[in-house]
């Protein structure tokens, strides 16, 4: 029996995982789209949203089934509360997937250039943030979770200066109105997915450490 709750639990492990790949792949596609000025890959963008929000109420109600069915105790049932959280916050990097899809959907079409450096460095560290995290909950390993934590106040501090510049521009010139708002919005939600890869890592110290990191908590 108790082989058979593992079983379980690591399908909704391996189930978690995937969409985390999924998760990642999206946020590619909108860099990719921005770089390459390709409004096609954002209706991928899109479609991956979509699954991600499917994945997001299977594995919530697979997740309330297990604990029905097991009543876990200890480890496991940190782990399975960890599982739910993660969901969702792999369900809002989804979220800010597509928000940044429609921004830059709509300025291409107004031929507005969104690839500045501030940006695009944006994207290495949060891209890097999604693969460590993933990694951390893959291998149970917190060390990898708490590197990640420390990546995330260089992103906050990057979508500061993306804002403070863009207000500088759009004083400067009415024109530059569209591109500078679009830009705050992309380095926000950008900001916003680097939160949910510190989530996911918090939980992953939680499960592993028996540690609750949040709010300036050490391991």
């Given at each position: 029996m108790e082989r058979s709750h593992s079983a379980q639990l690591e399908n909704l492990r391996s189930?978690?995982?995937?969409?985390g790949s999924y998760a990642?792949?999206?946020?590619?596609l909108v860099l990719q789209a921005l770089v390459e000025k390709r409004l096609d890959l954002f209706d991928e963008v899109f479609e991956i949203e979509k699954k991600i929000?499917?994945?997001?109420?299977q594995l919530d109600e697979e997740a309330v089934e297990?604990?029905?069915a097991n009543g876990p105790v200890a480890r496991d049932?940190?782990?399975?509360?960890?599982l739910v959280k993660i969901n969702t916050d792999l369900e809002r990097?989804?979220?800010?997937c597509v928000n940044m899809a429609y921004i830059g959907k709509d300025s291409l079409k107004k031929n507005l250039d969104l690839n500045i450096p501030a940006v695009r460095t944006m994207f290495s560290i949060v891209q890097e943030m999604i693969e460590k995290s993933l990694e951390s909950f893959i291998k149970h390993d917190s060390q990898i979770a708490q590197k990640v934590l420390m990546m995330d106040d260089e992103v906050d501090d990057l979508k500061k200066k993306v804002q403070s510049d863009m207000i500088l521009e759009m004083k400067k010139s009415s024109e530059f109105v569209d591109r500078g708002l679009?830009?705050?919005?992309?380095?926000?939600?950008l900001e916003r997915f680097g939160?949910?890869?510190?989530?996911?890592?918090?939980?992953?110290?939680?499960?592993?450490?028996g540690q609750d990191v949040r709010h300036g908590g050490f391991v």
């Open positions: 189930k978690i995982a995937n969409m990642q792949k999206a946020l590619g929000n499917e994945w997001h109420k297990y604990l029905a049932l940190r782990a399975v509360v960890s990097m989804g979220d800010q679009s830009l705050i919005l992309i380095a926000r939600n939160d949910h890869a510190t989530n996911i890592c918090e939980d992953v110290i939680y499960t592993e450490a």
